[in-house]
């Protein structure tokens, strides 16, 4: 990566921009973490005739070798972040503004451009992605919630960016259904290397929300919805011939994969070609899926939540034609933001998943061998709601916490310089 694509993100630096949920059974971002953090890697689900558990649970280490700059102070809920070519980052604010980084300082102004956004529980502006071909076609996509309170989903637009406001937006896909409250809209986007993009969306909402006179996440088995699932769509919108259940009569064909919950971490592994997705539980129950086209990841069917009243959800933890998860998170960690080191500052990490945590108000390093198999996790502490995590252009990572008035924009740097 050159210096000029790097810009000013390589120095050291504190600038300041000068500028949740309230009960139990809104999702597991809301609660409060145990003293004692445990995780549990699932076994891979190669031989689907063969139900098996999570075999054991093991404490997280402590990461070592890393410090925490803050560059950025201030921010209202920053849900997601996206770098231009030039360096500049864009950063997204849950209430509807999006917000520009120049040479290390936060404009104040927002950019102008942006959709209204129905910003209320876990709705509001969220993922921004912006195309492979940005330099050549200036293309921003956005994801947010939009409708009232008793009539949203989500939906996916995007726009030009001229370097100071979006131009000719437009929405290219909406969440087939509309649902009630403000829950599990999902959101996140990842390119694909044919130039398609897959985009996740939540199921719905907690129990008591409904859709068509049933619990609203059951809709995640429904293969005519689009919640509770991952889509892949062109990037124009429009669905690939190729899709999965694109040549079915009884399936949407934008559904890449399915039995999703809520998935709040989506990265692509240019190295291995693999998909990695972290999902919130409900009480419990997080996970990290390794996603392929076409399979069912169980929810709710197969779990390891439990209810937030107390309880089952189901008392099956896998099934033959649904696919294990890597690790389950039990106590929640309330996963959030997921990206893939490629960097060459710090070796050691290459290959390695890096997860956000809101309850866990951490990041966790997943150890990963060749095939996708989970060696070990390490905690970074930071100390607050952990809403997204990058790698930047000059090989560090980036997150952003979810604050109400002190988000932050925070890079991990090695100890060693």
Excluded at 16 to 37: Q, Y
Excluded at 231 to 250: E, H, Q, W, Y
Aim: net charge neutral; with cysteine; glycine share 12%.
């Amino acid at each position: 990566m050159s210096n000029t694509v790097m810009g000013s993100w390589i120095q050291p630096f504190i600038r300041r921009s000068g500028s949740a949920i309230a009960v139990l059974a809104i999702a597991a971002c809301s609660l409060t973490p145990s003293n004692t953090v445990t995780s549990t890697p699932a076994t891979p689900a190669a031989n689907l005739s063969t139900v098996t558990s999570p075999p054991v649970v093991s404490a997280v280490e402590t990461a070592q070798g890393v410090r925490q700059t803050t560059l950025i102070e201030g921010l209202e809920r920053p849900w997601s972040m996206a770098w231009l070519p030039d360096g500049t980052l864009l950063i997204t604010e849950k209430a509807g503004r999006l917000r520009l980084v120049r040479d290390g300082v936060l404009e104040p102004t927002p950019i102008a451009g942006v959709p209204e956004v129905m910003s209320s529980g876990q709705g509001g502006l969220m993922e921004i992605a912006i195309h492979p071909r940005f330099a050549e076609n200036r293309l921003v996509y956005l994801t947010y919630s939009h409708g009232t309170e008793n009539a949203n989903r989500t939906r996916l637009a995007r726009a030009t960016f001229d370097g100071n406001a979006l131009r000719n937006l437009q929405v290219i896909f909406e969440v087939s259904q509309v649902k009630s409250g403000g829950q599990h809209f999902g959101s996140r986007i990842v390119w694909l290397p044919d130039g398609t993009m897959l985009v996740a969306i939540g199921d719905g909402g907690n129990p008591p929300v409904q859709l068509e006179g049933d619990l609203i996440r059951k809709q995640a088995q429904n293969l005519r919805s689009h919640l509770g699932k991952i889509v892949r769509l062109k990037d124009d919108g429009s669905i690939p011939r190729d899709n999965p259940f694109a040549t079915r009569a009884d399936a949407n064909p934008a559904i890449w994969s399915y039995g999703h919950r809520n998935i709040q971490g989506l990265t692509f592994d240019p190295g291995t070609q693999r998909v990695w997705a972290t999902e919130h539980g409900a009480r419990g129950g997080d996970e990290l899926n390794l996603v392929e086209a076409g399979k069912n990841y169980g929810w709710p069917i197969v779990t390891y939540s439990q209810e937030y009243s107390g309880g089952e959800i189901s008392q099956e933890r896998s099934r033959p034609g649904m696919v294990d998860p890597k690790v389950v998170w039990t106590p929640a960690t309330a996963p959030s933001g997921l990206a893939i080191y490629s960097g060459d500052r710090f070796p050691d990490w290459q290959g390695d998943l890096f997860a956000g945590g809101l309850v866990s108000r951490d990041v966790r390093r997943i150890n990963l061998d060749a095939i996708g198999k989970v060696l070990g996790q390490q905690a970074i502490a930071i100390g607050q709601r952990v809403r997204d995590v990058r790698q930047g252009p000059d090989g560090l990572l980036y997150i952003l916490t979810d604050e109400s008035e002190d988000g932050r924009l925070i890079r991990l740097e090695p100890t060693g310089g």
